[in-house]
């Protein structure tokens, strides 16, 4: 195996490794796609990746991070996106979208404009929610403890979206269960201080995220592929750990997920993270090893060299790249040169491709 390989899961089929991890772009309206999403998620199709995700796809008005996030929480949100998944595929690529909820970190602005909390009157939106009254920082706002009827509200809203993502034409969902959003802040145990059979346990802990797979797989087709991002490790004291990842793997994968796509951090702010080339990558290869499931690995995957490693090695089935795609879209096109790898480039730019 290595990065050029081919990879089906159930019944889709990657032309190599490589997927355009999902990214928030913060340019919608009312969560609305636009040509912003078309020409930035078509380039990325164009320049080779196996798999273009769309940044986090709120389920619910609520669940954005920003107001302006990408949204499937109405029907009308479909078209935009169904025509950038016609394009994604008409070039080669699979499209898949991350559901996703921002429970206590909902109702910010844009990184640009500070990703600070964002009053009603500025645009912002009260209550937020999360599984305990617990700001993520002193300078955020307070949450709202979700009731049971606030959690099957929002484990429908995310049924309801995965219905509109396979309408759309998506082949793949991730759910979004890392980074201190909503799922994770169930998870891990410095955000969830419930007693009730949301909290305590790490089965309390992972009930919600369990309950959201089940019905998302109610209506996401047998033979498409599903993918959980998580947040491996909090890396803080008393926090989530690798241990209780592979832990929710081994709980996850009966219930029809595919892939872990294996993140960390973003429960607390200010955890002490050793960031560095691939540092994320031994935790896809040991949830990989000890929960016996397929695994991404994502995080400062820039080299092509790296990024064939890590699959040659078997610590992952596929790397998902963020931020070295915004430098370069047709990086796998590139990685493929200096790998030595034949592939196809669009029969537009056959006059620019690199004959050895
Ligand atoms: C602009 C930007 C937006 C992001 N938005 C999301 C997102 O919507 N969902 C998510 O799970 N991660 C998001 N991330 C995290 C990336 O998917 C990725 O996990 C992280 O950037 C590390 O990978 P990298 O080193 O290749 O950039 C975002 C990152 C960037 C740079």
Redesign the pocket.
């Known amino acids: 195996m290595h990065l050029f390989s081919t990879l089906t899961i159930r019944d889709v089929s990657f032309r190599n490794r490589i997927a355009v991890?999902?990214?928030?772009q913060y340019s919608c309206e009312d969560g609305f796609a636009n040509d912003w999403h078309l020409v930035h998620l078509g380039a990325r199709a164009v320049g080779g990746a196996a798999l273009v995700f769309t940044?986090?796809n709120a389920v619910t008005p609520e669940g954005r991070i920003s107001p302006a996030d990408l949204g499937l929480w109405k029907d009308e949100q479909m078209e935009p996106l169904a025509r950038i998944v016609r394009f994604i595929e008409k070039n080669a690529a699979v499209a898949g979208t991350?559901l996703a909820h921002a429970g206590r970190k909902a109702s910010t602005s844009a990184p640009w404009n500070g990703g600070s909390a964002l009053e009603v009157s500025n645009g912002g939106w009260r209550p937020i929610h999360a599984p305990s009254a617990i700001p993520f920082s002193s300078e955020s706002i307070t949450p709202e403890a979700l009731d049971k009827s606030g959690i099957t509200r929002i484990v429908k809203a995310f049924r309801d979206a995965a219905r509109r993502a396979r309408e759309c034409g998506f082949k793949v969902i991730e759910i979004?269960g890392?980074?201190g959003y909503l799922l994770n802040e169930f998870l891990s145990p410095l955000s969830n201080h419930r007693m009730d059979e949301y909290g305590g346990s790490i089965e309390n802990r992972s009930r919600m995220l369990r309950e959201v797979i089940e019905a998302i797989r109610k209506e996401w087709p047998e033979h498409l592929p599903l993918f959980l991002?998580i947040s491996a490790s909090d890396w803080a004291e008393g926090g989530w750990t690798i241990q209780d990842s592979v832990a929710l793997a081994c709980m996850v994968k009966p219930l029809g997920v595919d892939l872990v796509d294996c993140?960390s951090g973003g429960a607390i702010p200010g955890a002490k993270i050793p960031v560095g080339a691939g540092y994320q990558v031994p935790f896809a290869a040991q949830v990989r090893r000890e929960g016996d499931v397929m695994t991404g690995a994502?995080?400062?995957?820039t080299s092509p060299q790296q990024a064939d490693q890590i699959i040659r090695n078997g610590e992952a089935d596929m790397v998902l790249?963020?931020?070295?795609f915004l430098r370069d879209p047709n990086w796998p096109l590139h990685a493929a040169q200096v790998l030595e790898q034949k592939v196809d480039w669009p029969v537009q730019y056959d006059r620019a491709k690199p004959r050895h």
Do not use: F, K, N
Not at 21 to 24: K, L, Y
Not at 298 to 301: A, C, D, F
Not at 321 to 324: D, K, N, V
């Open positions: 991890s999902p990214m928030c940044e986090a991350q979004h890392a980074h991002r993140s994502v995080g400062m995957i790249l963020a931020r070295e």
